[in-house]
């Protein structure tokens, strides 16, 4: 039987199975010969852009407003200049800092998961300045400057990171922020899954006519920041979206060079060209870019709005710090669109150009102060999973019957096989 | 007494805790202008509005989803899925964000919302139109799964369950519509 079927089937070609391989992988040498780098300064056509399909151009190319000299030039530049670039500033600084804390925090065992954002940081930071404080935000980690944006104290983050007077007890991953009145929602992961969440967010503050609707900024970002969202898990987002208008920006995060995820040969929004989605690909490393990608979310379907935004940049350092997962200094500096670890140089460079000298002085003081508090973190005995007593506190109003009083010491004893604080 | 078979048991239920509380929308595929496949909406959008009772894409996960996003926000959704065999392309949503969300944030967000679907064999719906999923649901801590046996139950199960301030999977046994 078989031998029939070879025989009749002797002049067909042989299937074979395609793996998809990334153009080099952490260790080789990277190549971006390939990719198309437009001068800095955002094309004022941009702005315009009213169909999806006008914004085919943007999805391709990489949006920038710094230039190679981190000069910003274009139309767009001088509205943050004059607005957020303080605040920018300010948060790229005090970011980098809470990343130094943290990491060391990690490393000498006071948390368990830490992520760095090095490299990655001027995504947030644009975010943040660019966004009103009653927009909802629906992010990931490594988006750390989110939740300055209406002044989340980033030292009580630092604790919370310690789960010393961590408000949700240990039952999240440290990194997992979640904050209603700083509008920071419980992150799920890096997965795409909380994008038809953030829709639903917008589709609800259209429901109820709120006024955060008819602001130039939709109330919800949805800034996961997948690797490399897959189109699929955009889909459903997309679809619902699309047919009810809600005011909401999705964006990702695509990664030039990470060890596990994939380099994609094409952008994420030009992959996404049959979800009638406004796209923009934008340098992840160039805050004033980002910042002016984030204001270009209106309300409204006759006002342009980039609906899909993905940031190009790469991960300069992970933890746990494996030395395959990051870019040798050498290599950053043949990134395509510079190296994202001087996005804060940059910032620097052309916040100089617009404060005074006291005014520069006056945002790093702050900073500083900040690193200080920074070093005393210690995690308080008493604290952790051995309280078994605590695993329903702050949950119900009123706690279910079902659940039991709170557990005694003895109880604990009896499950854990030793004593507890 | 008035008589109500369970179609109508549901829909009454819905218009009762619609016309208390204007935060509760009723959303899914053919809800609105049809009134479901089983007409347990008929005549919501209607009375209600089309803001408050809507058609969605056929996308179970975005509807689940966004009833997610809408529960965070402070409305009170009831989502339909046609039928409980669509049901696995939500799954995770249900499982992971709308049941883990009052416990992952200590009570900070909170998810009343309704996932409201026809269960069961019995009307020749081969294998994707009979399946019973509802056990699947009654392990996951922090979510409901309610099934009313019949009319009376349903509508006040239902009215209960949209008050309820977390996640409830009211399942119907359609073999009895």
């Given at each position: 039987m078989n031998d029939r079927i070879s025989a009749d089937r002797s002049n067909r070609p042989i299937l074979s199975l395609h793996v998809p391989e990334p153009p080099f992988r952490p260790g080789d040498e990277p190549d971006f010969s390939g990719m198309v780098i437009p001068s800095g300064?955002?094309?004022?056509e941009a702005r315009c852009c009213s169909t999806a399909a006008d914004t085919h151009p943007l999805a391709l190319q990489l949006v920038r407003v710094l230039d190679e000299e981190h000069r910003a030039v274009g139309p767009v530049g001088p509205e943050a200049r004059s607005r957020h670039l303080r605040k920018m500033l300010r948060d790229m600084a005090t970011v980098r800092i809470f990343d130094d804390r943290m990491y060391r925090a990690q490393r000498q065992g006071k948390t368990s998961f830490y992520m760095k954002c090095t490299g990655e940081e001027a995504i947030a930071v644009a975010a943040a300045a660019a966004c009103d404080f009653e927009d909802m935000h629906f992010p990931t980690y490594r988006q750390q400057a989110c939740s300055s944006r209406a002044g989340y104290p980033m030292l009580k983050m630092m604790f919370r990171s310690i789960q010393c007077g961590d408000p949700l007890h240990g039952r999240q991953l440290p990194i997992m922020y979640s904050d209603k009145e700083h509008g920071f929602f419980s992150i799920s992961g890096n997965l795409a899954t909380q994008y038809p969440q953030a829709v639903g967010w917008a589709m609800a503050s259209a429901i109820r006519g709120d006024s955060r609707n008819r602001r130039r900024l939709g109330p919800a970002k949805a800034q996961v920041r997948r690797a490399i969202p897959r189109r699929a898990d955009v889909r459903p987002p997309s679809t619902t979206r699309r047919s009810s208008s809600p005011s909401s920006t999705i964006s990702g995060r695509s990664r030039a060079f990470s060890a596990s995820p994939a380099p994609s040969a094409r952008p994420l929004p030009q992959r996404a060209d049959r979800l009638w989605h406004r796209r923009l690909r934008d340098d992840g490393n160039d805050a004033l870019c980002g910042h002016a990608a984030t204001r270009w979310a209106p309300t409204g379907r006759a006002q342009p709005r980039p609906d899909l935004i993905e940031y190009f940049s790469y991960r300069a350092e992970a933890i746990p710090p494996r030395r395959s997962d990051r870019l040798p200094p050498a290599a950053r500096r043949s990134m395509a669109v510079g190296d994202p670890s001087s996005a804060e140089a940059a910032l620097f460079r052309v916040a100089s150009g617009t404060m005074s000298a006291t005014a520069m002085q006056s945002e790093i003081s702050r900073v500083r102060k900040l690193q200080k508090a920074g070093g005393e973190l210690r995690r308080p005995a008493g604290q952790g999973f051995d309280r078994i007593g605590s695993m329903f506190e702050d949950v119900f109003d009123i706690r279910p019957g079902i659940l039991g009083a709170a557990g005694t010491a003895g109880e604990a004893r009896e499950f854990l096989g030793h004593d507890v604080e | 007494m008035s008589t109500r078979n369970m179609i109508q048991a549901i829909n009454d239920g819905m218009r009762c805790a619609m016309e208390k509380d204007d935060t509760i929308v009723v959303a899914g595929e053919d809800v609105g202008y049809f009134g479901g496949v089983f007409r347990a909406t008929h005549g919501l959008q209607q009375q209600f509005g089309k803001t408050r009772v809507f058609d969605t894409p056929i996308s179970e996960n975005g509807i689940i989803g966004a009833a997610i996003g809408m529960a965070a926000y402070g409305l009170k959704p009831v989502v339909e899925i046609q039928f409980a065999d669509y049901i696995y392309p939500g799954y995770d949503q249900i499982v992971s964000e709308a049941a883990r969300m009052r416990y992952r944030t200590a009570g900070e967000w909170t998810m009343p919302m309704v996932i409201r679907t026809p269960y069961g064999g019995g009307i020749y719906g081969g294998q994707t139109h009979s399946q019973s999923p509802e056990s699947l649901f009654t392990h996951v801590s922090g979510l409901r799964t309610v099934i009313p046996s019949n009319p009376y139950d349903a509508k006040g199960l239902l009215i209960a369950a949209i008050e309820d301030p977390d996640p409830v999977v009211f399942s119907k046994p359609k073999r009895i519509y």
């Open positions: 300064g955002i094309d004022a | -």
